[in-house]
C-alpha cells in the first residue's frame, strides 16, 4: 500500500507540481479514504518528503551500480552515469522543483545535500582513477575539478535558475557536463590560450 501510494504522488507530484496535487485527489486516485491515506503519512509534506528520499535512494543506486562496473571504461561509465542521472531527472517537471524551493525548503535543502555529497563521492573517485589511466588531465588537482562541477551545479541546478533559463533540468545537466568535460574553447583555440597563459605566466608581454 505504502509502495501504490507512492508511486501514485510521485507522478502527480513530479508531472503537475507539490501545490497543485491534493490528498483528496490522491484518495481518489488510488481508490481509499482520505483517512487511510492519512495514517501512512500524516501530511502532504511528509508524502513529498518520502517521495523525494525514494527516488534519492533510486538514482544513488543507479549511478552506484554503473561506477562500480569495472568492465566499462572511465569514460563509458561517466557517459552512462550521466545518462542514468538524466533519465531519472527527466520525470520531474518544472513546477515541482520550484515548488520544493518554495513550500519544502527542508527537502530541497536535503536534496541539495544529497547532490553534493553523490558528486564528491562518485565522481570525485573517478577523476582520480582517471588522472591515475591517463584519462583526465593532472595539471589541475582533482579537487578544484570536483569543486568546480559542484559550484557550477549549485548555481545551475536550481528552482530559481531553470525558472528563469528556458532549459528542462537533463538540458540543464547536459550543458553542464560539456563545458566541464570539453570546455568552452575550440581545439584550435585551446592553442592559443594555452600560449597565452604560459606566457603570463612567465612574466612576457603578450603584444610582442
Given amino acids: 500500500m505504502r509502495a501504490r501510494i507512492l508511486e501514485a504522488a510521485r507522478r502527480r507530484f513530479f508531472q503537475e507540481g507539490y501545490a497543485r496535487v491534493t490528498m483528496d485527489e490522491l484518495a481518489r486516485e488510488l481508490g481509499m479514504s482520505k483517512k487511510t491515506l492519512y495514517q501512512h503519512f500524516p501530511t502532504k509534506a511528509a508524502l513529498a518528503a518520502a517521495v523525494m528520499e525514494a527516488f534519492r535512494s533510486q538514482v544513488a543506486e543507479g549511478l552506484g551500480r554503473i561506477f562500480e ?37 527542508d527537502v530541497w535543502a ?8 553523490t558528486i564528491a563521492r562518485l565522481l570525485g573517485g573517478a577523476l582520480r582513477e582517471g588522472q591515475a589511466a591517463g584519462f ?14 559542484q559550484a557550477v551545479a549549485e548555481c545551475l541546478v536550481t528552482p530559481a535558475a531553470l525558472m528563469e533559463l528556458p532549459y528542462t533540468l537533463p538540458e540543464m545537466i547536459r550543458l553542464v557536463i560539456q563545458l566541464l568535460f570539453e570546455g568552452m574553447l575550440t581545439d584550435t583555440a585551446r592553442g592559443d ?9 612567465s612574466g612576457e608581454n603578450l603584444t610582442t
Fill in 69 to 105: 562496473d569495472l568492465t566499462l571504461s572511465l569514460p563509458e561509465r561517466l557517459a552512462r552515469a550521466f545518462a542514468e542521472a538524466a533519465h531519472h531527472l527527466r520525470q520531474i517537471e518544472k513546477p515541482f522543483l520550484e515548488d520544493l524551493a518554495r513550500f519544502l525548503p
Fill in 193 to 201: 590560450f594555452r600560449k597565452a597563459l604560459d606566457a603570463i605566466a
Fill in 110 to 117: 536535503e536534496t541539495e545535500r544529497f547532490r553534493s555529497e
Fill in 136 to 149: 583526465i588531465r593532472t595539471d589541475v588537482p582533482v579537487e578544484i575539478l570536483l569543486r568546480s562541477f
